[in-house]
């Protein structure tokens, strides 16, 4: 009896679970929390909690340790506040004389401030643009109330010594709000300290600092633009940016501890406070952006702030508590979108993919599920069955991975390990809310990825001494009875994203795997780069995506590192470029193999991807084929065939370029002589070129038209094995090569484990040259990553025309040191074309010779291919793969097929790689 019940008790649970994830999917409203605390504090800890906290603290040696770093920071201030109330308060940027409540702004910069208010107001930043040559002073060199018609008295860091002087706020970038932030966070502190510990010189401290900065916040206004320009949407009331108004954050955990004792003290005083945050909260919610991550900073803040205002029924415009978290929640104005609209633009419901750049993607997903989380800590509320893509979200996130553990770093993104916080949050999440099938399936991701270092130090981390130690999310505790995930579940050898024009080939991983990434520039934080690869090779992303190289707003990365000369990419006539940021130039995905997360069924040794860009500036047609062959555990190469000419014609000339780590590089022709090049200006902006040319430096060209190889040191010291990325580049008429130095690889941060200053070097780069077009004379190359333990693997490589004349057509000899043989044929058409007793009609064909006798004929989009005897025909255009193995056939045919050989026909459905007889 008691098994009846349990059975039906269980069954009846699941189809609860099932018909409120089933709605959760189909209602565009997130509902509010059922119970909101009304005491203060609430945001992190309630007042009846604070025991706890107190026991905490006294038994748990690192909350001691937290504790005391807090008091080490804001003691002295605290105590000198007790005799000299003004020191402290004084510091502040503060419109201290004037007590302007207009503030004006031209474009980027800060221009002047008029109008007069009771009290001094909040000083506005000095510019968008943080680059400046100026900081400000410690504390003690502070000119107190700094309201000065000369400007602000600060240190010039270009100068020795770093001399204090006068300068205009404009030429001061975002040093004045920082340090506003800074003092708002000390008086942050203390208001903790002073609910911790009840001493009320805490509280006078930060109660005369936060109502001397929220008082002048209240008589302040919107700045306005002279330029009436974009910046009037982005601004806040104390920086350019409404995503960096920080200080309210602070000011909300501050007002949210010290509230008890405003309310004893200074209950007056609360109408204005809650009008400032509610102006303040409306002024983040009108301005912004809207389509980005953007969103989601803005909502993180308007979230914090509201959180400490009393309900709706307190206000007589009924703007409270419940407002403005059911506005960022589910209300939708023009730069400030509902969280579930802001999802539904911006992730692909598909495969989990944000439209943004690596990146930004990556804290998009972590700020997501840690808004999740933290929601549901602070009101009992799981909102994640409102945001089902937030699962896939979170599991695509190793598709973004090379072979040895970084991701991927197009567009405005460095490389780096995968972030864990996203995947340890949906566990969290789960463990919250006794949801096991949830805990099982990421608690196997987390011990899949999770790297040593984070799995052995969660437990041994020292916390940093700020508040948030004490109620930010423990160590994640996994449970023992889930184990490991498996790889292919979530890293496939072909991912395609076309919402961030994003297309990925993998084999294997850590030193001998293998991997390229093609992308566009579609969404945001996206370059100028037409169609650009990253290239991997022996441990590293050798041929590396630059970075973004310094401020958005800086000349530098405007003109070079957003631009195609910076990337592994062909620019037109030295003009290419478009819009960088928000982008919208996508390429076509015409031909991939194996089809995007197929995980099964697949020849694994050969994968390949065919891509058309439109570049728009002198409306070029562009052709990308990229190819991985496996040609052993340890040995492999790259194809890379680049079609490229202007639909008017007149085309002047077509620039590959490719930029590779290391600290040299040859350029040696095919028997490895090197190159005699010479000094040249050819390459630059003069001729109504890119600035971006200008950039670059120590140019050296040859006419060529020869085979010729370029190759790539990066030169280990002591014993270590060096690593080298050798190119072989098929010779043409027309052709020129060029060696250059460009600005360094800013995209690598931390501990890249390369052993030169990546950041600092020039990144080698070689330019070839087409004069007139280069679609009949592609761009042809061949990549082969290896060390000096290895050697290449490659004995030689030759060029083969098709015997029909087919001038879109371009045949590859490859002849490896183990004796295996590689015939590769491309063509831009699906003309027949032959060599030898072989023809075709693919886009990409590869037939691969063991010296064993076993051989491979793969084919990518074709319908008939001849060869080794076997005939294959299709009636669509589509991938085949034919491998005689130990005796044996094996097929794998994504459309229906026909194999004959010796006038014996057979014809197969489509399907996975298995073992075929032909009788």
Not at 262 to 270: A, D, L, M, V
Not at 504 to 523: A, D, P, W, Y
Request: negative net charge; proline residues 4%.
């Amino acid at each position: 009896m008691g098994r009846t019940v349990a059975k039906t008790y269980a069954w009846v649970a699941g189809l609860l679970m099932y018909t409120l994830a089933a709605n959760a999917q189909s209602v565009d409203k997130i509902p509010l929390p059922g119970h909101m605390e009304q005491g203060y504090p609430r945001l992190y800890i309630t007042q009846q909690e604070k025991k706890a906290l107190e026991k905490t603290i006294k038994r748990e040696a690192w909350a001691q340790e937290v504790l005391k770093g807090i008091h080490n920071r804001i003691d002295e201030h605290v105590e000198r506040h007790i005799n000299d109330p003004e020191w402290m308060v004084s510091r502040l940027m503060m419109y201290w004389k004037t007590k302007a409540t207009k503030v004006y702004i031209n474009g980027i910069y800060y221009s002047h401030a008029d109008g007069e208010a009771p009290v001094p107001t909040v000083r506005f930043t000095g510019s968008r643009d943080y680059t400046t040559n100026y900081a400000m002073p410690d504390l003690e060199d502070i000119l107190p109330y700094m309201d000065d018609e000369r400007g602000l008295y600060l240190r010039n860091k270009t100068k020795a010594g770093n001399p204090l002087e006068w300068v205009e706020p404009s030429k001061t970038g975002g040093i004045i709000h920082r340090h506003n932030q800074k003092i708002m966070g000390l008086a942050r502190d203390a208001a903790f300290v002073y609910w911790l510990e009840n001493d009320a010189s805490f509280a006078k401290f930060a109660f005369d600092i936060f109502d001397t900065y929220m008082t002048g916040m209240y008589y302040r206004d919107e700045p306005i633009d002279l330029l009436n320009g974009h910046i009037q949407t982005l601004v806040g009331l104390e920086c350019f940016q409404v995503i960096h108004e920080n200080t309210l954050v602070y000011a909300s955990e501050l007002y949210d501890f010290l509230h008890r004792y405003i309310e004893k003290n200074h209950p007056e005083k609360i109408k204005i406070y809650d009008a400032t945050i509610k102006k303040w909260n409306d002024q983040i919610i009108k301005n912004g952006v809207p389509q980005n991550n953007w969103n989601l900073h803005q909502a993180k803040i308007i979230l914090k702030a509201a959180m400490v205002l009393r309900d709706n029924a307190f206000y007589d415009d009924k703007k409270g508590r419940e407002y403005y978290i059911d506005y960022i929640l589910n209300v939708t104005s023009a730069r400030q979108w509902s969280l579930t609209k802001f999802m539904d633009y911006g992730y692909d419901k598909n495969n989990g993919v944000w439209a943004e750049c690596p990146g930004y993607s990556f804290g998009v997903t972590g700020d997501l599920t840690h808004f999740i989380n933290d929601f549901d800590n602070t009101f009992d509320h799981n909102i994640l069955p409102y945001m089902p893509v937030m699962k896939k979200a979170v599991k695509v996130l190793p598709q973004y991975l090379f072979p040895n553990g970084q991701t991927v770093a197009f567009g405005d993104s460095y490389y780096g390990g995968l972030k864990m916080e996203a995947i340890s949050d949906m566990i969290r999440t789960a463990q919250k809310n006794k949801d096991k099938e949830l805990e099982k399936e990421f608690t196997e991701m987390y011990r899949l990825f999770a790297p040593e270092e984070v799995k052995t130090s969660n437990s041994n981390r020292k916390p940093k001494a700020d508040i948030s130690s004490f109620f930010a999310s423990k160590p994640v505790e996994l449970n023992a009875k889930y184990g490991k995930g498996d790889i292919k579940d979530y890293i496939t050898q072909t991912f395609n994203a076309p919402n961030v024009s994003w297309h990925v080939q993998r084999m294997g991983t850590g030193k001998h795997g293998m991997m390229v990434s093609l992308n566009g520039s579609l969404g945001n934080h996206m370059h100028a780069n037409g169609i650009n690869l990253e290239l991997y090779g022996k441990g590293f992303v050798q041929g590396a995506d630059p970075g973004k190289g310094a401020g958005y707003l800086q000349p530098i990365y405007l003109e070079y590192y957003s631009q195609f000369p910076a990337h592994n990419t062909v620019m037109v006539d030295g003009v290419s470029s478009y819009t960088e940021m928000l982008s919208y130039h996508a390429f076509d995905l015409m031909g991939e193999y194996p089809k995007s997360g197929q995980k099964e069924g697949f020849y694994p040794n050969i994968t390949y991807s065919d891509v058309y860009f439109l570049e728009p500036e002198t409306r070029s047609d562009q052709s990308r084929l990229v190819s991985i062959v496996k040609t052993g555990a340890e040995t492999g190469y790259y194809i890379d065939v680049f079609r490229s000419k202007k639909q008017r014609k007149g085309d002047k000339f077509h620039d590959y370029y490719y930029h590779n780590l290391g600290q040299g590089m040859k350029v040696m022709d095919a028997a490895g002589n090197p190159l005699e090049l010479t000094p040249s200006e050819e390459m630059g902006f003069a001729g109504g070129h890119l600035y971006a040319l200008d950039y670059m430096w120590d140019k050296k060209a040859a006419r060529y038209e020869e085979d010729y190889q370029v190759e790539w040191k990066i030169d280990f010291p002591d014993e270590k094995e060096d690593v080298f990325m050798n190119l072989w580049m098929k010779g043409t008429e027309g052709r020129e090569v060029f060696a250059i130095k460009s600005p360094p690889n800013k995209a690598f941060k931390g501990d890249h484990g390369l052993p030169y200053e990546v950041d600092k070097a020039p990144y080698l780069t070689l330019a070839a040259r087409q004069h007139g077009p280069a679609w009949e004379k592609p761009f042809v190359a061949v990549y082969e990553p290896f060390t000096s333990s290895e050697g290449k693997s490659i004995e030689k490589i030759s060029s083969f025309d098709d015997e029909n004349g087919n001038p879109e057509f371009v045949g590859l000899n490859i002849i490896h040191k183990s004796g295996r043989e590689d015939v590769v044929f491309s063509s831009a058409n699906h003309n027949r074309v032959h060599y030898k007793d072989m023809a075709t009609d693919a886009t990409y064909t590869l037939v691969a010779y063991e010296k064993n006798g076993d051989w491979v004929v793969f084919v990518g989009n074709g319908k008939e291919v001849r060869a080794n005897g076997y005939t294959i025909r299709a009636s669509d255009i589509g991938n085949m793969v034919l491998e005689h193995k130990n005796g044996e056939l094996l097929l794998h045919n994504e459309v229906p097929v026909t194999v004959g050989r010796n006038n014996s026909e057979k014809k197969f459905s489509a399907g996975a790689l298995r073992k075929i007889v032909l009788e």
